[in-house]
Structures are given as structure tokens and as C-alpha cells.
């Protein structure tokens, strides 16, 4: 397929460029800070970003009319809104984390959430020095998943690419769930099953558990 990038020169964007090279597809079509590359029109596009960026997002999605798969966190409210009424035209997948582990992590945390009544619970997420947002989206999600409010502590340490740590106590005992992203290959893989998955779509909105 031929595939268009939102940052495409950052980590993620080189990332997802490599690994949707190595599969024989085709990277097309950018666009960064400094601006649009164009070879040929995209079949789908992906925005690893800010949010700052999701309104030029949308516009491309719109002008190209083609699936839209985004990683981008701390999105605001009015950005899943409009994440929602883009998906009425084309297939939308949005997910904090394309990782299948945080999947299975999200999946442990629905089985104990109704468990650990009265339990002492803490998220601590670590991430590389130069993430730009805090609590990490995927901490986020997991605070979804508990259906309750629990401390987040972030830690910002030198190239982590994505650890997610699940503290539950009572007086007796500490339980913990845990996931490390040995790199950001993990996610780069989920957004390619994401990108076969919405293909041949005509519109819908998905997240990354729908893919899986
Ligand atoms: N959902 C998931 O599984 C994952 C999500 N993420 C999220 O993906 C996002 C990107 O992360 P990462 O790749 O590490 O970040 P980077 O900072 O490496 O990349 C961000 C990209 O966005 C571009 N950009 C910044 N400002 C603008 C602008 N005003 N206009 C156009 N482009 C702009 C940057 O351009 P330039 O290089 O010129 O600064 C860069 O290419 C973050 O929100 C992160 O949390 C990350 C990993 C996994
Ligand atoms: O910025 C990152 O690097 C990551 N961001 C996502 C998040 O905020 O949860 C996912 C992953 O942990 C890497």
C-alpha cells in the first residue's frame, strides 16, 4: 500500500517508514515542521505527532479521503469529537498504544478491577527524556480500564522506549502488573496489522482492540 506519514522525521514516523518499507510498501507522501512531501497520493495515512498538529491531520484525510491510523497523545476532547465525525467518511483507528502486550495488559486489568476493592493502586509509567507529554497516554488508558481515579507517577529517563508498571496492595501483599517496550518496533508492528485491518474499509471507528 502506499503510505502517508503525520511526522514522518520523528521517531515514531521513521519507525513505522522502516518497517512499512521492509514489508514492500510504499512511504508517498509527509508532512512535518517543515512542512508537505509529496511523491504520489496516500491509500491510507498515519499520525505519529502532537496534538497541535491534528487539525492539518484531518484536512488530509478529508482532501485524500483515505483511512486514518493515529498514535498521537494527549488529544483533547473535542479531537476524539472530531476523530468520531471523520470516521462517519472513512475507517478511523486511534489507540495510545499499538502494542499487542498492552493489550493483554489492559485485558489482566478488566479481569482485576473488581477484585482489588480497598487495595492501595498506583500506575508509574517511564518514558525517554524527550516525551513531550504527561502521564503517558497509555497510563491513561489504564486508569480507564480501572474505572477509577489512582495516582500516575511519570519518569522521564534516558531513551526508555515504554514502561507501564500496575501496583496493587493490601496489608499483606503487593501484586504488580507489568509492561516494557523493548523498542518502538512493538508499536510500529500494531500500526501495520492496524493499517490491514482498515484498508478495505469504508468508514467506522476503531481502536486497536478491534484490530486485535
Ligand atoms: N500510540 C502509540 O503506540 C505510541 C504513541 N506515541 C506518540 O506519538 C507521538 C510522537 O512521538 P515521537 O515520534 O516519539 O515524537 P517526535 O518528537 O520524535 O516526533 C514528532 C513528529 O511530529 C512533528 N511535528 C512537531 N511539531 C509539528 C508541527 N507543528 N507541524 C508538523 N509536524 C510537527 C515533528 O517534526 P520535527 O521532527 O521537525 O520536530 C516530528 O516529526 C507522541 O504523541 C507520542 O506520545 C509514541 C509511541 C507509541
Ligand atoms: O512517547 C512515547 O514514546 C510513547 N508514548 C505512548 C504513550 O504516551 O503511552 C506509548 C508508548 O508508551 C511510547
Do not use: C
Not at 47 to 56: G, M, Q, T, Y
Not at 125 to 142: L, N, Q, V, Y
Not at 161 to 184: F, K
Amino acid at each position: 500500500m502506499k503510505i502517508g506519514i503525520v511526522g514522518y522525521k520523528g521517531r515514531m514516523g521513521k519507525e513505522i517508514k522502516d518497517l512499512f518499507e521492509e514489508k514492500n510498501h510504499e512511504f508517498v507522501w509527509g508532512y512535518d515542521k517543515d512542512g508537505e512531501y509529496f511523491q504520489d497520493k496516500p491509500q491510507i495515512i498515519v499520525d505519529f505527532s502532537l496534538p497541535e498538529v491534528f487539525e492539518k491531520t484531518e484536512e488530509y484525510v478529508r482532501k485524500f479521503n483515505v483511512p486514518l491510523i493515529i498514535g498521537t497523545t494527549a488529544l483533547q476532547d473535542e479531537q476524539f469529537e472530531a476523530l468520531k465525525t471523520l470516521s462517519k467518511n472513512v475507517p478511523v483507528v486511534q489507540s495510545y498504544n499499538f502494542s499487542i502486550g498492552i493489550q493483554l495488559f489492559l485485558k489482566m486489568v478488566d479481569f482485576l478491577k473488581d477484585k482489588i476493592d480497598g487495595w492501595d493502586i498506583e500506575i508509574i509509567e517511564t518514558h525517554h527524556r524527550f516525551k513531550k507529554d504527561k502521564p503517558s497516554g497509555t497510563a491513561k488508558m489504564i486508569k480507564d480500564k480501572l474505572g477509577k481515579d489512582v495516582p500516575i507517577s511519570s519518569l522521564r529517563l534516558g531513551n526508555v522506549s515504554g514502561d507501564h508498571v500496575l501496583y496493587m496492595a493490601n496489608l499483606g501483599e503487593v501484586l504488580s502488573v507489568s509492561h516494557r517496550a523493548l523498542s518502538r518496533r512493538a508499536f510500529a508492528e500494531g500500526v501495520l496489522k492496524s493499517a490491514e485491518f482498515v484498508i478495505n474499509k469504508k468508514n467506522g471507528y476503531f481502536t486497536f482492540t478491534d484490530v486485535i
